[in-house]
């Protein structure tokens, strides 16, 4: 890589809201279905679509677009990308209709799925190698902060102001986020372009490829109940707009939490043992929400122990990728985002499936399940002593 010009004071700061608003922008479904399955007058689990259609988007435009825009300055990709999601959220909120509403989804979607790759590979760039993982991590607090922050206020204000306005007020902070970006990002920023060679040499690599399957199967396992968490809790508890609001700030303030404390330990701790620790956060709150499906308060306790490993792990991911080969990870980093979409589409097509044939305490055993593949895969790339510090 070249070398980077000085970083702004709020550089990784500008990063992260980045990250709130593709953040917001990818979840913001799950936080208004009923809204949006009544305003167009389809089932909730056509709404549901609206993730899984832009989870396969994501999945697909991650990795090309990585390759297509990988000689771009990385300030101008960025805020470009930023520009696209504000408008196409602005946009969203004068669909007349549900086919609209849903191309202009996939549109936005396809060019948003720069943003989280790039701004990971960008970090790498603006700080010291000895602070990289904790500052990807801290960038990564962005979608931490759009469940915390952003899933509430979107169902408190689709509740009651209608869905257009929730996409309203994501595409302005969009248009904040990319001011903030343009002032702070410095200019003259460029990665290693990614070539044919490049994906040649991920997939020669064992660890990468087994890395990439951890994130799927984690991602998966958690849109399977994700996606459908609002009409569940409805479904199986009576849950009115606000409680369901509320654990979604439950599961979001958490997930902060989860950043926050692997951001502080993954420089002493590596991270391979910060990365087990999540998954297996994450999996105890997966398995609690399985066992104390139709009560709240188990739900929701369950919910926040979930909290804390969702984010972190995905984070923790990024750092043991680009730990693993530092040369390819801008490809790294935007195969992981493409398989981390791969599992949103998988698990909210198979919860998709399950809700639609009322199979409602299923789900959290099928997101399990899945959980408990990605620990097995998660302890076979265990660093051997000779590599744990690069791995």
């Known amino acids: 890589m070249e070398k980077a010009p000085a970083a702004g004071r709020f550089a990784p700061t500008a990063l992260m809201l980045g990250n709130l608003v593709t953040g917001c922008s990818v979840l913001a479904p799950a936080g208004m279905l009923p809204e949006l399955a009544t305003g167009l007058q389809v089932s909730i689990h056509a709404a549901g679509l609206l993730i899984t259609f832009g989870a396969v988007t994501l999945c697909i435009g991650s990795p090309l677009t990585a390759w297509l825009t990988s000689r771009i300055e990385r300030r101008t990709l960025l805020a470009t990308t930023l520009a696209v999601l504000a408008f196409g959220n602005l946009a969203s909120a004068f669909a007349p209709d549900y086919a609209s509403l849903l191309v202009i989804r996939l549109v936005m979607l396809a060019v948003g799925a720069l943003y989280t790759p790039q701004a990971a590979g960008t970090a790498a760039l603006i700080v010291p190698a000895e602070r990289r993982g904790s500052t990807i991590a801290y960038i990564f607090l962005g979608w931490s902060l759009a469940a915390a922050v952003g899933l509430p206020l979107i169902t408190f204000i689709a509740s009651r102001y209608g869905w257009r306005s929730a996409y309203g007020g994501i595409g302005a902070l969009g248009c904040i986020s990319l001011l903030l970006l343009l002032l702070r990002l410095p200019a003259g920023l460029k990665g290693a372009p990614v070539d044919l060679k490049t994906w040649a040499a991920v997939g020669r690599s064992r660890t990468i490829l087994l890395l990439l399957a951890i994130t799927m199967l984690q991602m998966s396992g958690q849109f399977v109940v994700f996606t459908y968490m609002g009409p569940l809790?409805?479904?199986?508890?009576?849950?009115?707009?606000?409680?369901?609001?509320?654990?979604?700030?439950?599961?979001?303030?958490?997930?902060?939490?989860?950043?926050?404390?692997?951001?502080?330990?993954?420089?002493?701790?590596?991270?391979?043992?910060?990365?087990?620790?999540?998954?297996?956060?994450?999996?105890?709150?997966?398995?609690?929400?399985?066992?104390?499906?139709?009560?709240?308060?188990?739900?929701?306790?369950?919910?926040?122990?979930?909290?804390?490993?969702?984010?972190?792990?995905?984070?923790?991911?990024?750092?043991?990728?680009?730990?693993?080969?530092?040369?390819?990870?801008?490809?790294?980093?935007?195969?992981?985002?493409?398989?981390?979409?791969?599992?949103?589409?998988?698990?909210?097509?198979?919860?998709?499936?399950?809700?639609?044939?009322?199979?409602?305490?299923?789900?959290?055993?099928?997101?399990?399940?899945?959980?408990?593949?990605?620990?097995?895969?998660?302890?076979?790339?265990?660093?051997?002593?000779?590599?744990?510090?690069?791995?």
């Not at 979001?252 to 502080?264: E, K, P």
């Not at 804390?308 to 992981?336: D, I, K, Y």
């Open 233 to 391: 809790l409805n479904r199986l508890t009576g849950a009115g707009a606000d409680a369901i609001g509320m654990v979604f700030a439950l599961y979001g303030i958490c997930g902060f939490l989860g950043v926050v404390i692997a951001t502080r330990i993954v420089d002493t701790s590596g991270p391979y043992r910060t990365s087990l620790l999540f998954t297996c956060l994450l999996f105890a709150g997966m398995t609690g929400w399985a066992l104390g499906a139709g009560s709240l308060v188990l739900m929701a306790g369950a919910v926040a122990i979930w909290g804390l490993g969702f984010a972190s792990t995905n984070s923790m991911q990024q750092v043991r990728l680009v730990a693993a080969a530092p040369p390819l990870a801008s490809a790294t980093v935007a195969l992981n985002s493409s398989v981390l979409y791969i599992g949103q589409a998988v698990g909210s097509a198979v919860g998709g499936l399950l809700f639609a044939r009322e199979l409602l305490h299923t789900l959290g055993f099928i997101a399990v399940g899945f959980v408990v593949l990605s620990l097995i895969l998660l302890v076979l790339t265990r660093p051997r002593p000779a590599a744990a510090t690069t791995a």
